[in-house]
């Protein structure tokens, strides 16, 4: 295991999702003491799980027919165009 890419991917994914709005969501049902907090959790893990592996095997797909280099300036730009527009909505 490859443990210097396991860290980076952690602390990228773990920073990138702090404060976004699947960890409101989770919190705001985690507030109803009818269900329970396990459940929640559960459900979220779960969900986190399948949306990474999703982006997973889009990435190993996309990386047979376009050059990994091409993928990464091309994600660079649309986050850049991304935060561009984010900026001047507000």
Do not use: C, R
């Amino acid at each position: 295991m490859d443990i210097k890419i396991y860290f980076t991917v952690f602390i990228t994914v773990f920073l990138a999702e702090l404060g976004d709005k699947t960890q409101l969501a989770t919190l705001l049902f985690a507030t109803d003491k009818t269900h329970s907090k396990w459940i929640i959790f559960a459900g979220s893990a779960s969900a986190l799980i399948l949306t990474s592996a999703i982006g997973v095997i889009a990435g190993s797909l996309l990386s047979k027919f376009i050059d990994p280099s091409y993928l990464h300036k091309i994600s660079g730009i649309l986050f850049i165009i991304i935060g561009v527009l984010f900026f001047f909505k507000n």
